[in-house]
């Protein structure tokens, strides 16, 4: 029995027209594994590992944590950097967070649900974003802490940032989770 095509997993899964007509071009001899491999945008890789078995995802947790972990501290730096030189006190009251949340003195939810508090009181929350990005990675699942950290390196980078984010997000992905977990051929 030969391995099913990186096509016919993505068509079976409901894969996104852009997603398919990407497998396509990796040609008919691709699996999913090739996929996994090929593919440069971290958004996909969290949509693939999605779509595995519950006993699955639940033994890939710690990996995907770590990976989490990375994403989400890369968009509070860029959060930082855009806020350089505003003195709104929720902006202080941010970085004082991130600064704690960096170094691994606080990672509390209570203490980013105060923050977070803070910076949406200011119409102008331009880091509110990326606050709400490491408060995500904190409270919620994997793959929403990542759209919360790719919202975040938008409203401090700009939409031009996207696409090399993404490519960043895959490589911490494929560190943690180098192959393809999912079904195997026989």
Known sequence: MSAESAYAWGERHGSCPEGLDWRESLGESATQADAWRA???GD????????LPATTQA???????????????????????GLRGVRAEWATAWRRWA?????GVDRSRSSAAAA????????????GAAYEAAAAAEAAEATAAVAWATAAAKATAGAAYE??????????????IP????????
Do not use: T, Y
């Open 39 to 41: 593919c440069r945008r």
């Open 44 to 51: 996909w890789l969290f949509w693939q590992l999605a779509r």
């Open 59 to 81: 033994r890939l947790q710690p990996a995907l944590h770590r990976a989490v972990n990375r994403i989400v501290a890369r968009a509070i730096r860029r959060a930082m950097r």
């Open 99 to 103: 600064r704690a949340r960096l170094s």
């Open 116 to 127: 977070a508090k803070a910076a949406r009181s200011s119409a102008a929350a331009a880091g």
């Open 163 to 176: 696409a090399e984010d993404l490519r960043l997000q895959a490589e911490d992905l494929r560190r943690e």
């Open 179 to 186: 192959e393809w977990p999912g079904e195997v051929a026989q």
